[in-house]
């Protein structure tokens, strides 16, 4: 008797960790946190602009704005800018606020043509002159973008055709960037080796993120909604990129061809313990929590010592620090949640606000997602559902030519 089947079952960790470790073969973002930088590094050094200016979107631009929104305190005095949207509104008013004559612009995509991208480009190159001196492109080294470079004599930088865009912020995508900003991108990818290196050698990394992502998926049908909760409105570039990251991974049809619910939502405390924690406390319980606290914001801005008129019997915050203050808001937040005892929740706390930290993170939720869409077995790393709404655009939009 021959007997076939077409559903899954949930792998074993050993599977899993396998699986995964075969991808290293072919999926190239897993080898980043070992790459020689030193051609950004140098590169960094010969800019003189004050106001660099990532044309991106999407995977070509969150991620740097998820490490530069967490480091601003760390870097130089030039200004980072993103040109991303194609309102018009949003773009005038972010163009108006630089000086072109003293502007680098980074023109970032994948694949050379991606519309948003390709549109902002000629708009800046309508309105300024844009050449070898002031442009450069990061781009596949065959694409239609890499050509319009070469054709400039502009400077390129190569993105990896293994290194799908929403894991690419450790390529020349983010390092450039963070690189002319004045950042310690080794440092990065040091966080990065850190977590590569306890996961794939079997360290207590290894353990917790294995232990995690099995919870996921086993219980996906009843908590099919991941929320991370960060205590700090520097991991709002963070936020975003997860919710690219995640959705945009997880977010497919299996073998079973059964559609994945794996749904990220982003909350910033304490702002959002006013509004969506209410809708968690007493909400359908069908979300899990991550919670992401910083240890030490490395800031000693306190509560004045005031007593206000009417407001007297809150004169108990006065001299508390505020990086104490939000933690303890923080704290209680989870306590609330905890006592419940059916919202599953975890707790990530970063130790310093610096590259190292970011890098840590970033990377070990890059895997996170990898050994989720292992698990629930689906291709992690394409977007056929985004490409779809991309074919029917580039049709409407030659339909009026």
């Not at 960060?230 to 991991?235: A, D, E, I, K």
């Not at 406390?281 to 009417?310: C, H, Q, W, Y």
Request: negative net charge.
């Amino acid at each position: 008797m021959d007997y076939s089947k077409n559903f899954y079952q949930i792998k074993s960790n050993e599977e899993i960790f396998y699986k995964v470790s075969l991808e290293k073969n072919t999926v190239g973002y897993y080898d980043l946190p070992f790459q020689d930088t030193s051609e950004f590094k140098e590169y960094a050094k010969t800019v003189t602009q004050q106001d660099i200016v990532v044309v991106a979107i999407g995977g070509s631009s969150l991620g740097t704005y998820a490490i530069h929104k967490f480091l601003q305190h760390k870097e130089n005095m030039k200004k980072l800018h993103f040109l991303e949207s194609t309102d018009p509104l949003d773009l005038e008013r972010r163009v108006g606020k630089l000086d072109l004559n003293d502007t680098l612009f980074i023109i970032i995509s994948k694949s050379g043509t991606t519309i948003e991208t390709v549109s902002i480009l000629k708009y800046l190159s309508s309105i300024t002159m844009l050449d070898k001196s002031n442009t450069i492109c990061i781009t596949e080294n065959d694409s239609k973008l890499n050509t319009y470079a070469k054709t400039n004599e502009m400077k390129t930088f190569e993105i990896p055709k293994n290194v799908g865009g929403r894991f690419s912020v450790f390529t020349a995508v983010g390092l450039v960037p963070m690189a002319i900003m004045g950042l310690d991108i080794d440092k990065i990818l040091l966080g990065c080796q850190t977590i590569y290196n306890d996961y794939f050698n079997r360290g207590d990394y290894y353990e917790s993120i294995m232990e995690k992502a099995r919870f996921i998926v086993e219980n996906k049908n009843r908590f099919n909604i991941n929320v991370v909760f960060s205590y700090s409105s520097l991991l709002e570039g963070f936020n975003k990129w997860y919710v690219q990251l995640w959705g945009e991974s997880l977010g497919k049809i299996n073998i079973n061809q059964t559609k994945q619910a794996l749904t990220p939502i982003a909350l910033t405390g304490p702002v959002d313990q006013h509004s969506f924690l209410q809708l968690i406390m007493e909400g359908k319980r069908d979300k899990t929590i991550t919670f992401i606290k910083v240890a030490d914001f490395e800031n000693d801005l306190t509560i004045p010592d005031v007593s206000l008129p009417g407001l007297e019997e809150l004169d108990y915050i006065n001299n508390i620090k505020f990086k104490n203050l939000i933690n303890e808001q923080a704290d209680a937040t989870i306590e609330a949640i905890q006592n419940l005892k059916d919202i599953p929740c975890d707790i990530i706390t970063i130790e310093a606000q610096d590259e190292y930290n970011i890098g840590k993170l970033m990377y070990s939720y890059e895997l996170l997602t990898s050994i989720v869409g292992s698990f629930v077995q689906i291709n992690t790393y394409d977007q056929p559902g985004v490409e779809a709404g991309k074919i029917i655009l580039k049709d409407k939009l030659k339909k009026k030519i």
